[in-house]
């Protein structure tokens, strides 16, 4: 009974920049990890940025220094501000939470996908 939904991906000019917003919603007791992968086409999902409850933060290289992974906790969501960005930062970006239900039992969530295209 949990969902991520995604949001904000869309096309943009290398070098510009677009902001992701993921929000759990259901039967959600807490969320403890929150973070965002992608894929692109003909590679494996990776991890892109990944927050902690208590505000620890990592991201791969290629994105660090230009993306910023934030969450407001009272809305359960999870944001990622995108600049500088290129085009091999095309792909489908997946929201990805850790957290347990109001049963207290564990849970790891991934929504459906939000595609970014940085053209050239």
């Known amino acids: 009974q949990v969902q991520l939904v995604e949001s904000g991906g869309g096309l943009v000019q290398a070098g510009g920049s677009l902001r992701l917003s993921c929000v759990a919603s259901?039967?959600?007791?807490?969320?403890?990890?929150m973070g965002w992968y992608r894929q692109a086409p003909g590679k494996r999902r990776e991890l892109v940025a990944v927050?902690?409850?208590?505000?620890?933060?990592k991201y791969s290289d290629s994105v660090k220094g230009r993306f910023t992974i934030s969450r407001d906790h009272a809305k359960n969501t999870v944001n990622l501000e995108m600049n500088s960005l290129r085009p091999e930062d095309t792909a489908v970006y997946y929201c990805n939470a850790q957290m347990a239900d109001t049963l207290y039992r564990y849970l790891e969530v991934w929504g459906q996908g939000t595609l970014v295209t940085v053209s050239s």
């Open positions: 259901g039967s959600i007791s807490s969320i403890s990890d």
């Open positions: 927050t902690t409850f208590g505000g620890s933060t």
